[in-house]
């Protein structure tokens, strides 16, 4: 018997009882890291575009100023980017997206943005931001 060709086995020391072998660690994926860096950026991207289009329109609704369907096109491409990037629920995900691309839409169509417009659009991120602040966050499955 060699005994180079032996590996020392290790032992607990409180038991001294053999201790197996650790499995061999995986490596990451390497596209998954890319992956991982593109919805973060897509995440930062998609809420600066959100928050610009809010305030212009909490601004124009503070002061009662007219406002184009612009902002509405920014805040909306936002919210569509945020969602791809961030929710996990596939159904949640691509409703939200497509909800964004239709409002998105339609306020190309009609060319003008009323003032109820608006106060919905104030409310609804005002709820969405209290509904994210008072969720609890969720430890990662294992």
């Not at 929710?87 to 003032?115: I, P, Q, R, W």
Request: charged share 15%.
């Amino acid at each position: 018997m060699n005994p180079e060709s032996e590996q020392p086995q290790s032992t607990d020391p409180l038991t001294h009882k053999p201790v197996p072998p650790r499995p061999p660690v995986q490596d990451e994926d390497p596209d998954s890291n890319e992956d991982k860096q593109m919805q973060v950026a897509m995440r930062m991207v998609g809420s600066a575009m959100v928050f610009i289009g809010f305030l212009q329109v909490f601004l124009s609704a503070s002061t009662g100023a007219e406002i184009t369907i612009f902002p509405m096109i920014i805040y909306f491409g936002g919210m569509a980017m945020w969602a791809y990037s961030s929710v996990e629920n596939a159904t949640v995900k691509y409703a939200v997206m497509a909800g964004s691309a239709v409002c998105a839409l339609a306020f190309m169509h009609f060319g003008e943005v009323l003032f109820w417009h608006k106060y919905i659009i104030y409310w609804g991120t005002i709820a969405l931001v209290v509904f994210f602040m008072f969720k609890s966050p969720q430890k990662p499955a294992e």
